[in-house]
């Protein structure tokens, strides 16, 4: 049922045989995860929707994996968070098509999800087996010390953006959580609605605490103590979980060793007349044995850049990233001990610097539009015992392992772009005219406007990275490969320059239409004995909480001891009279310290809606966004409250935030001004067909008395005795409660904060 996708061979192949049976290309096959009340009934083999054919209960198999889906009318709710969350690429599926009962032939809809965590095998007889991969209680005992804590950090790491979208509890579930080696995969999202309470790390605690038993012994006796810290509320943060738990990972690693061989190999094309591909180390293999007590060294570093630009200008940008980038990233390896976050901050500052010398050229020589030029980059980092990627534009990172391949980073594109918002689906937009346009590249804008994304990999387990420009991995080239070059690798088998060459010939044979450029990187664990973790907190209290994170959560301070489970002090000594005075003073501080502590610990007294930022990979990379980049690139949540006055950007008393009447109304009409202080809510948006993007905001309440800078109160508008005639005036021009009207958001950004929730008289006005 699968064609050949040799331009000259375009066979069709019968069963599921990994190879065309005439010319012995790998085919292409696209597993789906069905979903769905109904999906169990489907009979196997079946063809559903004339598209789909069942393979087993929960796999289903596009026999047009070239094909369009066709458009949805309307996406619905429940896949919003699929798609806002679709950045964390390396653990999410992808909504690939939703089926309706008159498509699927089924009482319900039927969601097909990509990307999910399947693995494959081949047999004997060269047919594929795809499968569901482990799940996480079912692996647990089997993994080593590292990938254990390091299954318990990719959850701390997800907590913050998976609870703002309201599906944390897809964190609680086991089952839900999936297991390809170190790295951690989700099958589904759970909505926290689906369960009776919100999703807690408190719970999350009583669900790991099951696992300590079986844990490994060096790590056994400190998942202990975390689990019973999460319990107590002595960690009360996602972000302070994965600080603490990625302190236990570099102490654990001391005991690894890991051998590293790398190369990268760039080409022409049969089709063009230019190469401005560039990469590092081209054409020479490297190797090295990295082992948790090394001292100083050069880290392995691996680089592939795609340019772009014409007129030979983009070999030009492509070949200054690499040499900027080399400059940057190489001296890391003089400092010791690096810490994801400090990578990930090393990486966003050093990509800035390649595109402001890359953007000052462009001005210079007076370029604009199409003749900027520019180029796409993605690297991979080794500090142990980790590995970075990062990633602008639409040159790609895989991780393979020995049944999987999984693509871990997300194109800046068009498509991509109109799927993070919710307006389609990622296989929909892809086939829109335009769907493949960047967004985002180095030396085309200002740095304030890039966003490069930043994640990381535990080497712990035999595999490799893959890193290429678009010119192997258009068409879905790599799914279809990967079997029969990469895969052997991961077994030790094989050099990796062969493997490397074999890729670009491929490239060039079936899609030959543009430079191709192939970085390979190898991981190959050795054996070796690892230190034991104590059963105590690794890291100072509070030292891993982020205020500056774009979408960090603000731990509420804590009085639980550093330490879970000291002992008991001993009652006090009889004290002197003299001294009773002062220590009943004492005591009254201390109850009031007390107080305050619980108080701040504390829910809000009426939370309504979490606000949904965008780009949730910026708390797992621990970098703060600019703030104009954040205007541009940042989502606002329907239903979620705001305070004016505090935005991203210094206070523009000339440009306040007003209310207009309508989409594209010029602001600075005669709209009502919000004034500073009031609390607003987003009823709903728009993006007309300039691109720009519009919320409609609804005033829920406004500060006391007439100025523009006065603090809020619990109150309406003052009572008209009190303001004066200049006062009036003012009156007239404010926003009151229960008006509303529409704003861009860039602005909104810009003079206003998001709130976690407010009080019933803040939202007096905006009650549903």
Same mark, same amino acid.
């Given at each position: 049922?699968?064609?050949?996708?040799n331009?000259?061979?375009q066979?069709?192949a @019968?069963?599921?045989?990994?190879? %065309?049976?005439?010319?012995?290309?790998?085919?292409?096959?696209?597993f789906?995860?069905?979903?769905?009340?109904d999906?169990?009934?489907?009979?196997?083999? &079946?063809?559903?929707?004339?598209?789909?054919?069942?393979?087993?209960?929960?796999?289903?198999l596009?026999?047009?994996?070239?094909? &369009?889906?066709?458009?949805?009318?309307? /996406?619905?709710?429940?896949?919003?968070?699929?798609?806002?969350?679709s950045e964390?690429?390396?653990?999410?599926?992808?909504?690939?098509a939703?089926?309706?009962?008159?498509?699927s032939g089924?009482?319900?809809?039927?969601?097909?999800?990509?990307?999910a965590?399947?693995?494959?095998?081949?047999?004997?007889?060269?047919?594929?087996?795809?499968?569901?991969?482990?799940?996480?209680?079912?692996?647990?005992?089997?993994g080593t010390?590292?990938q254990?804590?390091?299954?318990?950090?990719q959850?701390?790491?997800?907590?913050?953006?998976?609870?703002?979208?309201?599906?944390?509890? @897809?964190?609680?579930?086991?089952?839900?959580?999936?297991?390809?080696q170190a790295?951690?995969?989700?099958?589904?999202?759970?909505?926290?609605?689906?369960?009776?309470?919100? $999703?807690?790390?408190?719970?999350?605690?009583?669900r790991?605490q099951?696992?300590?038993?079986?844990?490994?012994?060096?790590?056994?006796?400190?998942?202990?103590?975390?689990?019973?810290?999460?319990i107590?509320?002595?960690?009360?943060?996602?972000?302070e979980?994965?600080?603490?738990?990625?302190?236990a990972?570099?102490?654990?690693?001391?005991?690894?060793?890991?051998?590293?061989?790398?190369v990268?190999?760039?080409?022409?094309?049969?089709?063009?007349?230019?190469?401005?591909?560039?990469?590092?180390?081209?054409?020479?293999?490297?190797?090295?044995?990295?082992?948790?007590?090394?001292?100083s060294?050069?880290?392995p570093?691996?680089?592939?850049?795609?340019?772009?630009?014409?007129?030979e200008?983009?070999?030009?940008a492509?070949?200054?990233?690499?040499? =900027?980038?080399?400059?940057?990233?190489?001296?890391?390896?003089?400092?010791?001990?690096?810490?994801?976050?400090?990578?990930?901050?090393r990486?966003k500052?050093?990509?800035? &610097?390649?595109?402001?010398?890359?953007?000052?050229?462009?001005?210079?020589?007076?370029?604009?539009?199409?003749?900027?030029?520019g180029?796409?980059?993605?690297?991979?980092?080794v500090?142990?015992p980790?590995v970075s990627?990062?990633h602008?534009?639409?040159?790609?990172a895989?991780?393979?392992?020995?049944? @999987? %391949?999984?693509?871990?980073?997300?194109?800046?594109?068009?498509a991509?772009?109109?799927?993070?918002?919710?307006?389609?689906l990622?296989?929909?937009a892809?086939?829109?005219p335009?769907?493949?346009?960047?967004?985002?590249?180095?030396?085309?804008s200002?740095?304030?406007y890039?966003?490069?994304?930043?994640?990381?990999l535990?080497?712990d387990d035999?595999s490799?990275?893959l890193?290429?420009?678009d010119?192997?991995c258009?068409?879905?080239?790599v799914?279809?490969?990967?079997?029969?070059?990469i895969?052997p690798?991961?077994?030790?088998h094989?050099?990796?320059?062969?493997? $490397?060459q074999?890729?670009?010939?491929?490239a060039?044979r079936l899609?030959?239409?543009?430079?191709?450029?192939v970085g390979?990187?190898r991981? /190959?664990?050795?054996?070796?004995?690892l #230190?034991?973790l104590?059963?105590a907190?690794?890291?100072?209290?509070?030292?891993?909480?982020?205020?500056? &994170?774009a979408?960090a959560?603000t731990a509420?301070?804590?009085?639980?001891?550093?330490?879970i489970?000291?002992?008991?002090?001993?009652?006090?000594?009889?004290?002197?009279?003299?001294?009773l005075?002062?220590?009943?003073?004492?005591?009254?501080?201390?109850?009031?310290?007390a107080a305050w502590?619980?108080?701040? =610990?504390?829910?809000?007294?009426?939370?309504?809606r979490?606000?949904?930022?965008?780009?949730?990979?910026?708390?797992l990379?621990?970098?703060?966004?600019p703030?104009?980049?954040?205007? /541009?690139?940042?989502?606002?949540?329907?239903?979620?409250f705001?305070?004016i006055?505090s935005?991203?950007?210094?206070?523009?008393?000339?440009? #306040?935030?007003?209310?207009?009447?309508?989409?594209?109304?010029?602001?600075m009409?005669?709209?009502?001004?919000?004034?500073t202080?009031?609390?607003?809510?987003?009823?709903s948006?728009?993006?007309?067909?300039?691109?720009?993007?519009?919320?409609?905001?609804?005033?829920?309440?406004?500060?006391?008395?007439?100025?523009?800078?006065?603090?809020?109160?619990?109150?309406?508008?003052?009572?008209?005795?009190?303001?004066?005639?200049?006062a009036t005036?003012?009156?007239q021009?404010l926003?009151?409660?229960?008006?509303?009207?529409?704003?861009r958001?860039?602005?909104?950004?810009?003079?206003?904060?998001?709130?976690?929730?407010?009080?019933?008289a803040?939202?007096e006005?905006?009650?549903?």
């Amino acid at each position: 049922m699968i064609q050949c996708f040799n331009p000259t061979c375009q066979a069709v192949a @019968t069963g599921l045989t990994s190879r %065309c049976h005439v010319c012995g290309t790998p085919l292409l096959y696209r597993f789906l995860l069905a979903v769905g009340a109904d999906v169990t009934r489907a009979k196997l083999g &079946s063809l559903i929707a004339g598209r789909y054919q069942v393979l087993s209960d929960q796999i289903w198999l596009d026999i047009q994996p070239y094909g &369009s889906v066709p458009t949805l009318d309307q /996406i619905p709710p429940f896949l919003l968070p699929y798609l806002r969350l679709s950045e964390l690429a390396q653990h999410m599926p992808r909504p690939y098509a939703y089926l309706a009962s008159d498509e699927s032939g089924m009482p319900n809809p039927v969601l097909l999800l990509d990307a999910a965590p399947l693995g494959v095998a081949v047999d004997d007889r060269d047919q594929i087996k795809p499968y569901l991969l482990p799940s996480l209680a079912e692996r647990w005992s089997q993994g080593t010390a590292l990938q254990q804590l390091h299954w318990l950090r990719q959850v701390a790491a997800l907590w913050t953006p998976l609870n703002q979208e309201q599906v944390a509890a @897809t964190l609680l579930d086991l089952d839900q959580l999936r297991v390809d080696q170190a790295v951690l995969r989700l099958t589904t999202l759970t909505a926290d609605s689906d369960r009776p309470k919100a $999703a807690t790390l408190t719970q999350l605690g009583q669900r790991w605490q099951a696992l300590v038993p079986t844990a490994q012994p060096e790590s056994r006796a400190y998942l202990d103590w975390v689990t019973q810290a999460l319990i107590q509320g002595a960690i009360s943060a996602g972000t302070e979980l994965a600080a603490e738990v990625d302190q236990a990972i570099q102490t654990l690693g001391q005991g690894l060793k890991v051998a590293i061989d790398w190369v990268a190999y760039t080409d022409q094309g049969p089709a063009r007349d230019r190469n401005e591909d560039a990469c590092y180390p081209e054409a020479q293999v490297q190797q090295q044995v990295l082992a948790g007590t090394s001292g100083s060294h050069a880290l392995p570093l691996l680089l592939v850049c795609d340019g772009i630009g014409g007129h030979e200008q983009g070999k030009v940008a492509s070949e200054m990233a690499i040499q =900027r980038l080399r400059e940057e990233l190489l001296p890391l390896g003089e400092q010791p001990n690096l810490s994801p976050d400090m990578v990930s901050q090393r990486f966003k500052q050093a990509l800035a &610097s390649v595109n402001d010398a890359i953007v000052n050229r462009n001005n210079h020589e007076q370029r604009s539009a199409r003749a900027r030029m520019g180029t796409t980059v993605v690297a991979a980092l080794v500090h142990f015992p980790y590995v970075s990627i990062a990633h602008l534009g639409d040159s790609r990172a895989y991780r393979i392992s020995p049944d @999987t %391949c999984t693509q871990i980073t997300l194109d800046d594109d068009v498509a991509s772009r109109e799927a993070h918002l919710g307006y389609a689906l990622y296989s929909e937009a892809v086939h829109m005219p335009g769907g493949g346009a960047l967004i985002q590249a180095l030396g085309i804008s200002d740095s304030g406007y890039l966003y490069p994304t930043v994640q990381h990999l535990l080497i712990d387990d035999p595999s490799v990275l893959l890193l290429c420009s678009d010119g192997l991995c258009d068409y879905d080239r790599v799914d279809a490969l990967w079997r029969h070059t990469i895969q052997p690798l991961t077994r030790g088998h094989g050099p990796i320059q062969s493997v $490397a060459q074999t890729l670009i010939h491929d490239a060039n044979r079936l899609n030959g239409h543009d430079n191709v450029t192939v970085g390979l990187m190898r991981f /190959i664990p050795q054996s070796a004995p690892l #230190p034991t973790l104590p059963g105590a907190r690794l890291r100072a209290a509070g030292a891993g909480r982020t205020a500056n &994170s774009a979408i960090a959560v603000t731990a509420q301070p804590t009085a639980v001891p550093t330490a879970i489970g000291d002992p008991t002090p001993p009652p006090p000594k009889r004290l002197p009279w003299v001294t009773l005075g002062l220590v009943s003073l004492a005591a009254l501080l201390t109850a009031g310290s007390a107080a305050w502590f619980y108080h701040q =610990r504390q829910p809000a007294p009426a939370a309504l809606r979490p606000v949904t930022l965008s780009w949730p990979l910026a708390s797992l990379a621990g970098d703060e966004l600019p703030a104009n980049a954040m205007a /541009i690139t940042a989502d606002v949540a329907v239903g979620s409250f705001w305070q004016i006055g505090s935005g991203l950007a210094p206070a523009d008393t000339s440009n #306040p935030l007003r209310l207009t009447a309508a989409v594209n109304q010029a602001e600075m009409d005669n709209g009502r001004v919000v004034a500073t202080g009031s609390i607003v809510n987003v009823t709903s948006r728009q993006t007309t067909a300039d691109g720009r993007r519009w919320v409609r905001l609804q005033v829920c309440s406004i500060p006391s008395g007439a100025s523009l800078d006065r603090v809020p109160t619990e109150s309406g508008l003052p009572p008209a005795a009190d303001l004066s005639p200049a006062a009036t005036d003012l009156e007239q021009q404010l926003a009151s409660p229960g008006q509303q009207g529409w704003a861009r958001v860039s602005h909104l950004y810009r003079t206003a904060s998001a709130l976690e929730s407010v009080t019933l008289a803040q939202g007096e006005a905006c009650r549903f």
